[in-house]
């Protein structure tokens, strides 16, 4: 196993995320998930990674359940405080509590701010949500050993929280990955994070599989370097060439999986040239969006004053993947800067070199924002459930 020194720990890079257990009649696989633990930790991972809602509260106890016969000092848990997705102002500390005995835990060695974006920032700074405050107070008290947020957003944001944070925040998480690195402007991320001095953690690095069972087509790319290695292996390899990078989770959910991640992690090897060159031809052909290069050209002369390279992103991740996050992004922004503010009026098309027509990009945006699923159709179930959970404890 390939580890990373952090703050006086050694971590493996390769660390469980616990968001996708195999399912079996409806409910957590249990043995299954017992199963890949045991074999994970025979071979050296030491870093488990949960969050309040995943699998609807019950991937902590499961988590939980496969670490119950190993010392708690053998590993490193990470939990999430759920800021984005509560119904209002709640008793944060009691929440946290939940989590602490769902996991059968006394502290989180790790503990971020779950998914902070353009919107769910407004909530973690509310006063009266309260959060940062009751999540320092625990920090204070030892229940949190090291603090952290997993991040949605852009790359704006990103510098002006952790320059505003400066000294709070140990490490982010970002999603990352071979076509995430100029999609969504993970390389940008990873570079604001180095440069104050933070850890970067991944998540998402198969980009929800995708990246593991590539297109005939590209597979075939991969093959003919090595047929031996998975398409997942090369995404991994591509982490493991960034040294910012102190881990990176991988939401395993079959046995196999782990194995090819332990293979993979039994040691670093650097990516050729060659196989480099592959990877970034791959991620060209899985982008096909909008050439947008963000060079802002336009953006001087819109009498809205848009960001439309921002609103391009979004577009071109929201036809990729329909994820809530490009939506949470756009419910960030006041009326006035949502793709609906658009006039028409094409001056940002006559300014583009790349003869984007920007007009009905931000028309098809407004279409897939407004009639898509939204964040708020998606949480009223996480919100009864912590309802519940508070009611109950
Ligand atoms: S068409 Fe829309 S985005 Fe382009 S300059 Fe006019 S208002 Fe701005
Ligand atoms: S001018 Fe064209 S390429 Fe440049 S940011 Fe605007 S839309 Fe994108």
């Known amino acids: 196993m390939i580890y990373n020194e952090f703050k006086g720990m050694n971590l493996s890079r390769l660390g469980f995320g616990c968001m996708r257990f195999a399912m079996k009649d409806g409910e957590i696989d249990q043995e299954k998930v017992d199963q890949m633990f045991d074999l994970a930790i025979a071979n050296g991972v030491n870093y488990f990674d949960t969050a309040y809602p995943y699998l609807d509260g019950k991937s902590e106890a499961a ?114 990955n071979y076509l995430d690195w100029t999609m969504q402007d993970a390389k940008r991320k990873y570079d604001i994070i180095t440069s104050h001095g933070l850890g970067v953690w991944v998540m998402e690095p198969l980009r929800g599989g995708k990246l593991a069972n590539l297109n005939e087509e590209n597979h075939a790319k991969l093959m003919a370097l090595d047929e031996t290695a998975s398409d997942a292996s090369y995404a991994m390899r591509f982490l493991q060439d960034l040294p910012g990078i102190k881990v990176v989770l991988s939401g395993m959910n079959e046995v196999f999986q782990v194995e090819d991640n332990l293979r993979t992690y039994k040691e670093h090897k650097p990516l050729s040239e060659e196989e480099r060159r592959v990877l970034d031809e791959i991620a060209e052909s899985m982008k096909k969006g909008v050439p947008c290069t963000a060079c802002r050209y336009c953006c001087k002369g819109c009498p809205m004053e848009l960001d439309i390279p921002m609103l391009i992103d979004c577009y071109n991740n929201m036809k990729f993947d329909r994820s809530l996050n490009m939506s949470m992004r756009l419910d960030g922004l006041s009326e006035d800067k949502k793709p609906a503010a658009c006039i028409g009026c094409g001056q940002c098309s006559h300014a583009c070199p790349q003869g984007i027509d920007v007009p009905s990009v931000m028309r098809e945006l407004d279409d897939l924002y407004t009639n898509g699923p939204t964040w708020g159709q998606a949480v009223k179930s996480r919100h009864e459930a912590i309802i519940n959970d508070l009611k109950n404890k």
């Open 63 to 176: 988590m939980a359940h496969a670490l119950k016969k190993y010392p708690r000092e053998s590993y490193y848990l990470a939990d999430k405080f759920p800021g984005h997705s509560i119904p209002g102002p709640i008793d944060n500390i009691a929440l946290f509590n939940i989590s602490l005995q769902r996991c059968n835990t006394e502290y989180f060695d790790f503990y971020l701010l779950h998914n902070i974006n353009e919107w769910s920032i407004k909530i973690y700074e509310s006063e009266d949500y309260h959060i940062i405050p009751d999540i320092l107070k625990m920090k204070e008290e030892g229940k949190i050993r090291h603090l952290g947020f997993s991040f949605h957003g852009g790359c704006e944001l990103l510098e002006d929280v952790l320059t505003r944070y400066e000294g709070m925040f140990e490490f982010v998480q970002i999603q990352c």
